[in-house]
């Protein structure tokens, strides 16, 4: 079940840990409460000092998935990650004891979820998570994932006033309860792709510093907080990408 978010919701009251999926980057980019991070990736031949998390992650039918990343916040804002083997099994090793909140994210059109069941594609939140926890030198197995397969919307978010990009500017994506759910990074150009997300119709609303919030389809968020009341929803289908979903920001006054 969904966890859902209270509205209307401001951007400091949201705790999140987001991958940023810059076009030619490094995949383990992270930010966490808008601070840069890298994760820390261990393997085998790490140190196997403190604790272990350990479970397999497959598609809807049972199926291993290779290459998924799994990643284990922790609550002194630390975040591990590990990839699953061709039998979709992951190790996540060397994490201090206490309480972690794994995150299971996989390139390509695999829905991310939160431990727990929670749909959140490219984000994270420790809110929306069921609690691991870790003992010294202990395993803490079977924390396990289903990933099904979804869609991804794209666009162009572009400066009002300008007419060109806006870049690093973020488009969030909410079901229809107003939960967050996905998001996409705005690249240089202006041009944005989400995270994948199941099946369904979808508000969408930018946030950026310096430019008015636009709810999806030119509506302005007032005071910094985007309801989803009165926005146009956009369908998503499986597998495919539903493009040309734009903004056009205004300038915000100062």
């Known amino acids: 079940d969904s966890i859902s978010l209270p509205e209307p919701e401001t951007r400091a009251s949201q705790r999140t840990t987001r991958i940023v999926q810059l076009k030619g980057s490094d995949r383990e980019t992270v930010l966490l409460d808008g601070v840069t991070h890298r994760a820390v990736r261990m393997t085998a031949s790490d140190k196997a000092a403190g604790g272990t998390i350990s479970g397999r992650v497959t598609d809807e039918t049972g199926n291993p998935i290779v290459g998924v990343n799994v990643y284990a916040i922790g609550s002194t804002s630390s975040v591990f990650s590990a990839v699953t083997d061709v039998s979709g099994n992951y190790t996540l090793i060397s994490l201090d004891a206490g309480t972690w909140y794994p995150w299971a994210q996989s390139l390509g059109n695999y829905v991310g979820e939160c431990y727990g069941g929670r749909v959140c594609s490219g984000v994270s939140s420790t809110s929306w998570t069921t609690p691991v926890t870790v003992t010294e030198g202990g395993i803490t197995p079977n924390i396990d994932f289903s990933l099904g397969v979804g869609g991804h919307i794209s666009g162009l978010v572009t400066n009002e006033t300008t007419g060109i990009g806006a870049p690093n500017a973020e488009v969030w994506l909410r079901d229809i309860s107003g939960n967050r759910v996905a998001w996409g ?49 956009i369908p998503v289908a499986v597998a495919a990408t539903t493009p040309k979903f734009d903004y056009a920001a205004m300038a915000r006054s100062v």
């Not at 989400?194 to 930018?206: L, V």
């Not at 310096?210 to 309801?227: F, I, K, W």
């Open 185 to 233: 990074w705005v690249e240089d150009a202006g041009d944005y792709e989400t995270w994948p997300i199941p099946a369904g119709s979808y508000y969408a609303h930018t946030e950026r510093s310096g430019l008015v919030d636009e709810l999806y389809n030119n509506l302005p968020c007032v005071g910094g907080s985007c309801a989803t009341t009165g926005g146009t929803t």
